[in-house]
């Protein structure tokens, strides 16, 4: 085990200028900490394609940090995927996070279109034959929404690692025994490629419930009962966060977990908090002024 942890930071595509004034800020405030790799995600449909374009190209260009991005089987035909990924090469980028994407709201279940790549194994095995690209992908400890059951799940990461990902990164979770119960099932079943986890600081407690009702990630009934009474306290809702994620950092961390990958909501404040709470600072010297 490394004696400090792998890091890895996802962020979002801003619709607003505000909002992307807020993203840069997080950016710049998490860059210090040296991350493995910084991912930029794209929205349901392929509707944020050319912004998630913009934020990588200007990482790369304008930061030491090594950015992904994310791209999707939805709305596009494998020629257009194929153009995209073969335009995110030109630009120096290197990493992509491959996976089947999920519809534009309202518009019903995902549905794969007839001349587009149908699932996350095939785009995963498309962007191999466009160039080198290093792959990571989705994995689900409490098994995919969509799914028929834990073991088709699991074959499907299988199917996506066997077609050229090099890392799984999982849905956030609460609790760690599902995560590592997960891992050892995932590696019964072949998988050896590093399975890191996905975790969530809860800045917004409702909206985090929000999202983990619509990925299947469960809410411990210990965790709802931590922020009740608290919608007026943002302080005592950060701490508790703060608190709550160090912990499950550090049950991770003992367990030999070496990679810790955090989804921001391009919020910096927590992640830098929780990072400093398990002994991760500054990992890049400072320039002299």
Request: aromatic share 8%; charged share 25%; glycine share 8%.
């Given at each position: 085990?490394?004696?400090?942890?792998?890091?890895?930071?996802?962020?979002?595509?801003?619709?607003?200028?505000?909002?992307?004034?807020?993203?840069?800020?997080?950016?710049?405030?998490?860059?210090?900490?040296?991350?493995?790799?910084?991912?930029?995600?794209?929205?349901?449909?392929?509707?944020?394609?050319?912004?998630?374009?913009?934020?990588?190209?200007?990482?790369?260009?304008?930061?030491?940090?090594?950015p992904?991005?994310?791209?999707?089987?939805?709305?596009?035909?494998?020629?257009?995927?194929?153009?995209?990924?073969?335009?995110?090469?030109?630009?120096?980028?290197?990493?992509?996070?491959?996976?089947?994407?999920?519809?534009?709201?309202?518009?019903?279940?995902?549905?794969?279109?007839?001349?587009?790549?149908?699932?996350?194994?095939?785009?995963?095995?498309?962007?191999a034959?466009?160039?080198?690209?290093?792959?990571?992908?989705?994995?689900?400890?409490?098994?995919?929404?969509?799914?028929t059951?834990?073991?088709?799940?699991?074959?499907?990461l299988?199917?996506?690692?066997?077609?050229?990902?090099?890392?799984?990164?999982?849905?956030?979770?609460?609790?760690?025994?599902?995560?590592?119960?997960?891992?050892?099932?995932?590696r019964?079943?072949?998988?050896?490629?590093?399975?890191?986890?996905?975790?969530?600081?809860?800045?917004?407690?409702?909206?985090?419930?929000?999202?983990?009702?619509?990925?299947?990630?469960?809410?411990?009934?210990w965790?709802?009962?931590?922020?009740?009474?608290?919608?007026?306290?943002?302080?005592?809702?950060?701490?508790?966060?703060?608190?709550?994620?160090?912990?499950?950092?550090?049950?991770?961390?003992?367990?030999?977990?070496?990679?810790?990958?955090?989804?921001?909501?391009?919020?910096?404040?927590?992640?830098?908090?929780?990072?400093?709470?398990?002994?991760?600072?500054?990992?890049l010297?400072?320039?002299?002024?």
């Open positions: 085990m490394r004696s400090a942890p792998r890091l890895s930071f996802e962020f979002f595509p801003p619709k607003t200028p505000e909002m992307e004034a807020k993203l840069w800020l997080a950016v710049k405030q998490l860059e210090p900490l040296a991350p493995h790799f910084v991912s930029v995600t794209y929205g349901a449909g392929g509707t944020t394609r050319e912004r998630t374009h913009e934020i990588v190209a200007r990482i790369r260009r304008e930061t030491p940090l090594e992904a991005a994310h791209l999707t089987c939805v709305g596009a035909s494998r020629q257009e995927v194929d153009v995209v990924a073969l335009n995110y090469w030109q630009a120096g980028i290197r990493h992509i996070v491959a996976l089947r994407g999920d519809p534009p709201v309202g518009s019903g279940p995902y549905r794969p279109r007839g001349d587009g790549y149908e699932r996350a194994s095939d785009l995963v095995a498309g962007l034959r466009v160039a080198n690209f290093e792959i990571s992908v989705a994995a689900y400890p409490e098994t995919h929404p969509e799914a059951s834990p073991t088709t799940d699991l074959d499907n299988k199917r996506k690692i066997d077609a050229g990902a090099r890392r799984a990164i999982t849905q956030f979770f609460f609790d760690t025994e599902i995560y590592l119960r997960f891992v050892d099932r995932a019964a079943a072949g998988v050896t490629v590093p399975i890191v986890p996905g975790l969530l600081p809860i800045g917004n407690f409702a909206q985090v419930a929000k999202f983990a009702a619509a990925c299947g990630a469960s809410v411990p009934g965790l709802v009962a931590q922020f009740e009474g608290l919608d007026d306290d943002a302080r005592a809702r950060a701490a508790i966060a703060v608190e709550i994620a160090a912990e499950q950092c550090r049950r991770l961390r003992g367990a030999g977990i070496d990679e810790l990958h955090f989804y921001t909501l391009n919020r910096a404040d927590l992640v830098l908090a929780i990072c400093d709470a398990i002994g991760v600072r500054q990992a010297p400072v320039s002299g002024g």
